[in-house]
T-cell receptor, first 114, second 113 residues
């Protein structure tokens, strides 16, 4: 099992450019999450999904969109990147609701917006 | 609003020392509290503490939960340089939903040889 994988690992964007981060899990988990991690801020939830075809906003959703067309994939999109979106992005998944089971994290994507 | 507060924010110790990391939480309908270790990559799961399991131990790491005082501690004995990491605690978000975890800001532990 690869677990949770993320692509790309690194990316540099210019302000206003768009991109999509891909998260894939092979554990047949229902729930998937996108977080961002900034120095001194811990992990903050951007969007999450409780099943294929569903998405919901987290703590810091502005400037991001997501889609969950297939159960194993969760995409995070930035339509018009801003320097404030420079961060490390983590995807996570869990078999059931995240409070009853651990979340499994991907290796992260380091994004820099110039 | 849910709150998870960790202290200290950073800590520097020498190999062999014992450390105690703190996590306080304000949640309604408490379900669980989780501890993660994050080295230079993804957080990895350490412990989950629930109403039915308020103490966990794995090797040199142990954690307890005090439901009355709403805090948890993570103890690491005989620290090693490999214990250097950010330690995160998290609790399920409130509002009756346990779909989300609220994370504290983490404790950065540095263990010097």
């Amino acid at each position: 099992n690869a677990g949770v994988t993320q692509t790309p690992k690194f990316r540099v964007l210019k302000t206003g450019q768009s991109m999509t981060l891909l998260c894939a899990q092979d554990m047949n988990h229902e729930y998937m999450y996108w977080y961002r991690q900034d120095p001194g801020m811990g992990l903050r939830l951007i969007h999450y999904s409780v099943g294929e075809g569903t998405t919901a906003k987290g703590e810091v959703p502005d400037g991001y969109n997501v889609s969950r067309l297939k159960k194993q994939n969760f995409l995070l999109g930035l339509e018009s990147a801003a320097p404030s979106q420079t961060s490390v992005y983590f995807c996570a998944s869990s078999p059931l609701a995240g409070g009853q089971y651990e979340q499994f994290f991907g290796p992260g994507t380091r994004l820099t917006v110039l | 609003e849910d709150k998870v507060v960790q202290s200290p924010l950073s800590l520097v110790v020498h190999e062999g020392d014992t450390v105690t990391l703190n996590c306080s939480y304000e949640v309604t309908n408490f379900r669980s509290l989780l501890w993660y270790k994050q080295e230079k990559k993804a957080p990895t799961f350490l412990f989950m503490l629930t109403s039915s399991g308020i103490e966990k131990k794995s090797g040199r790491l142990s954690s307890i939960l005090d439901k009355k005082e709403l805090f948890s501690i993570l103890n690491i004995t005989a620290t090693q340089t490999g214990d250097s990491a950010i330690y995160l605690c998290a609790a399920p978000d409130l509002g009756g939903s346990n779909y989300k975890l609220t994370f504290g800001k983490g404790t950065l532990l540095t263990v010097n040889p």
